[in-house]
């Protein structure tokens, strides 16, 4: 439906962010999130629609470790 | 706690009864193949996927109004790459650049009001597609038009909310037991939404990434769910997604945007399924006509693009499939755009 890649911030300036993907940087509006140098945001057209909180690994991790939660007596 | 090579076990050893799980986001169709996750789990587990792509389920109507700007003096059309090629009544967008239409690609609806600014000369239209995670974007894009007084911007907007199509699709198709929550609007709408929705109809939501792992995941969620009898939501997307959303996002949408009627092509007409610019100026100035753009090209006799949206079919079960219809020669919408089903199994056919 919506294809959103996450990048890391490398500076910002009033409601714009240069974001890193991978080494391709990017001007992103950030009027939608509150991020800080440094972390990941995930961009949409142009816009970061969120900040990743966590990296990807420990993200798995935590999801995994709760799949069975709702299960246990 | 459970690892991925049990929860592949589980999902590849499945005798249960046969489920059929909807993938609704076009994103998640692409990731489900390029995983190979159906070679993964029990056959007795179908994916089929459902109305997740803006460009599929836009009737041509919405094109032809574009189109109609495109071919207008002093006037650009902007767009995101898929509606290039997406058929109207009279040819699609790329067609009619050939017949002298000004239009052009969009990286994001920022840049309407950059150009705008920058050529004040003349009249930038954006072909506003999408759903709840690209509204925002809109929202940005006009507040910005409205904060720089940038007056020469219009949207034509065919922008659509998922909650009531699930609600369709739960009330048309009941044997479609659970379903692969899309990941990005999620994050715009939270996890919230889709309670009431778990709740009528007692099938389990849950929200999913877009890596292997997330997807497997989700998919054993939703099989132990009904295996328990449970309906629940669940956010298996915790890095993006939060209960409550991106409220900002939320918030200018709802600045900018009210709820309206909105034709699915494939569902039909649904009440409060769509984004409308609110009327009164100086938003209202903004819209370049977006009410009633509802009627569309009867598809060519065999398409069954209408089926394969609301997952009645896979796309591989249409005659044309493959045949007559393919990304080069496409008859339907769902083989021309980058998250139509039709497309996607194509692309990853072996």
Request: aromatic letters at 8%; proline letters at 6%.
């Amino acid at each position: 439906m919506c294809i959103a890649i996450p990048g890391k911030v490398v500076s910002l300036e009033n409601n714009k962010a240069k974001v890193d993907f991978s080494g391709n940087t990017v001007m992103v509006n950030v009027g939608l999130v509150e991020p800080k140098i440094g972390q990941y945001v995930l961009v949409h057209a142009g816009c970061a629609i969120e900040v990743m909180e966590k990296d990807k690994a420990e993200e798995l991790i935590s999801i995994f470790a709760e799949l069975e939660e709702p299960y246990k007596a | 706690m459970t690892d991925i090579s049990e929860v592949i076990k589980y999902l590849k050893d499945y005798k249960g009864r046969p489920l059929k799980l909807m993938e609704v986001c076009g994103t998640h169709t692409a990731a489900i193949f390029k995983s190979g996750i159906r070679s993964m789990i029990s056959d007795r587990i179908k994916l089929i996927s459902g109305p997740g792509c803006p460009v599929c389920v836009t009737p041509a109507s919405f094109i032809d109004k574009c189109a109609g700007y495109a071919m207008k003096e002093d006037h650009v059309l902007l767009t995101f790459g898929d509606m290039m090629k997406v058929p109207g009544s009279s040819g699609s967008l790329a067609d009619l650049k050939g017949r002298g239409a000004r239009a052009e690609l969009m990286y994001s609806p920022m840049e309407a009001v950059e150009k705008a600014r920058a050529n004040p000369d003349k009249t930038y239209v954006v072909a506003a597609v999408g759903f709840e995670t690209t509204a925002p974007a809109y929202a940005l894009a006009i507040e910005e038009g409205i904060s720089q007084d940038v007056r020469n911007v219009r949207f034509v907007t065919a922008l659509k909310t998922v909650v009531p199509a699930l609600t369709w699709i739960c009330e048309n198709q009941p044997d479609i037991d659970g379903f692969i929550c899309p990941g990005h609007v999620s994050v715009i709408t939270g996890s919230r939404p889709y309670g009431p929705l778990a709740e009528k109809y007692h099938k389990p939501f849950v929200i999913a990434g877009f890596e292997a792992e997330h997807i497997l995941a989700v998919i054993y969620e939703i099989v132990r769910q009904i295996e328990n009898g449970r309906a629940e939501v669940r956010n298996l997307y915790e890095n993006a997604v939060r209960t409550e959303g991106n409220i900002k996002a939320l918030k200018i949408t709802e600045k900018y945007f009210q709820p309206g009627p909105a034709m699915w092509r494939g569902l039909g007409t649904i009440e409060d399924s769509g984004l409308y610019l609110r009327e009164e100026p100086p938003v209202g100035l903004y819209d370049g006509g977006s009410r009633g753009l509802d009627e569309d090209i009867q598809l060519p006799r065999g398409c069954r693009c209408g089926d394969v949206i609301v997952g009645r079919i896979n796309p591989d079960e249409c005659p044309m499939f493959a045949g007559q219809c393919s990304p080069g020669n496409p008859f339907g919408p769902c083989m021309v755009s980058a998250e139509g089903a039709c497309g996607i199994w194509y692309r990853n056919r072996k």
